[in-house]
């Protein structure tokens, strides 16, 4: 079992940065990947990043490049998600979530354990 706290969502004006945290406890945090989704009201969940369980490896959708840094501290067993520059459609509950088959997949499908959400809101 792993248990997935994400933390740090919020109100934020457009231009402005939030940093996402994703606390886990349960299995051995280095043995997974990680991700970040998000779903705003009437969409879909959409993938927003991952990085691999090492976290060498990092993968964006393309929203996100250049915006968005997705890190881990494995001795803390924490995620994170620093958003900068944010615009208004980034407006979403994000998730955190682990992935123990893959190097950390772009698909919902294929991670095993979730988080609650974190609401951000950015206003124009």
């Known amino acids: 079992q792993v248990q997935l706290v994400e933390s740090g969502g919020g109100l934020v004006q457009a231009g402005g940065s939030l940093r996402l945290s994703c606390a886990a406890s349960?299995?051995?945090?280095?043995?997974?990947?990680m991700g970040w989704f998000r779903q705003a009201p009437g969409k879909e969940r959409e993938f927003v990043a991952a990085?691999?369980?090492?976290?060498?490896?990092?993968y964006y959708t393309d929203s996100a490049k250049g915006r968005f840094t997705i890190s881990r501290d494995n001795a803390k067993n924490t995620g994170y998600l620093q958003m900068n520059s944010l615009k208004p459609e980034d407006t979403a509950v994000y998730y955190c979530?682990?992935?123990?088959?893959?190097?950390?997949?772009?698909?919902?499908?294929?991670?095993?354990?979730w988080g609650q959400g974190t609401q951000v809101t950015v206003s124009s």
């Open positions: 979530a682990a992935d123990f088959t893959g190097p950390g997949s772009t698909s919902g499908k294929d991670y095993d354990y």
């Open positions: 990085i691999s369980w090492s976290g060498r490896s990092t």
């Open positions: 349960g299995r051995t945090f280095s043995n997974y990947a």
